[in-house]
């Protein structure tokens, strides 16, 4: 099956710092999400990007298909950023094949005051 | 319009019991998928239901089962539990079955005693 790796593995911060977190897979991807889980567990949808570059306040996300990898941007961090950053891809897609999420192991991000 | 919702948020049984979930998707959701997370193994693909069909299957044994109804909403079901069912169980929906975001509720943290 289709391999996810994010670096870095963790990461330190102070508020302020701006940051960048890598996703890289292992074959083409329909579909590509970034996702932060809170403290509770709740996965929280921060972008939707198959290729291309989205931006969201703070965050902007890219994701360059052809070579394989994206990148989610954190500027300006803050201290509710915490949490952990998945990475999560879903290839080999069709109409009837229906649809499976192959998460990364994930970026935990720890900003302190 | 309300997020996907699980019940119940925590859950606490014992070896050898059965336990059901529950999943109400976004309104409009078709497809339901169902997520198991735990610290070794991190966030792994369980199955996924379009309009009353399991479309996909992840690779857990078969006390693992789930149903979706006419509603759309979704329940799964772990037979004869297992101290290493003990996990956070994520539920998401989507539009269709794919080219489309997956959206997660709080999930449910299951402890087997």
């Known amino acids: 099956g289709i391999q996810v790796e994010q670096s870095p593995p963790d990461l330190i911060l102070q508020e302020g710092a701006n940051s960048t977190l890598r996703c890289n897979f292992s074959?083409?991807?329909?579909?590509l999400q970034w996702f932060h889980q809170n403290p509770w567990g709740q996965l929280i949808n921060l972008f939707y990007?198959?290729?291309g570059t989205k931006q969201n306040g703070r965050l902007s996300a890219t994701t360059v298909a052809t070579e394989r990898y994206s990148l989610l941007y954190i500027s300006s961090s803050q201290t509710t950023d915490s949490g952990v950053y998945f990475c999560?891809?879903?290839?080999?897609?069709?109409?009837?094949?229906?649809?499976?999420?192959?998460f990364g192991e994930g970026t935990q991000l720890t900003v302190n005051p | 319009k309300a997020g996907v919702t699980q019940t119940p948020r925590y859950l606490i049984k014992t070896r050898g019991q059965q336990v059901t979930l529950s999943c109400s998707p976004i309104?409009?959701?078709?497809?339901v998928s169902w997520y198991q997370q735990t610290p070794g193994q991190g966030l792994q693909f369980l199955f996924e239901?379009?309009?009353?069909?399991?479309?996909n299957k992840g690779n857990f044994p078969g006390r693992f089962s789930g149903r979706q109804f006419s509603n759309s909403r979704s329940e799964m079901n772990v037979s004869t539990l297992e101290l290493g069912d003990s996990a956070l169980y994520l539920c998401?929906?989507?539009?269709?079955?794919?080219?489309?975001?997956?959206?997660f509720g709080n999930g449910t943290r299951l402890t087997v005693t």
């Open positions: 309104s409009g959701h078709r497809s």
């Open positions: 998401a929906s989507r539009r269709s079955s794919y080219n489309s975001p997956l959206h």
């Open positions: 074959d083409s991807v329909n579909n």
């Open positions: 990007i198959p290729s």
């Open positions: 239901y379009f309009s009353e069909t399991q479309r």
């Open positions: 999560a891809v879903e290839h080999g897609l069709g109409e009837t094949s229906g649809s499976r999420l192959t």
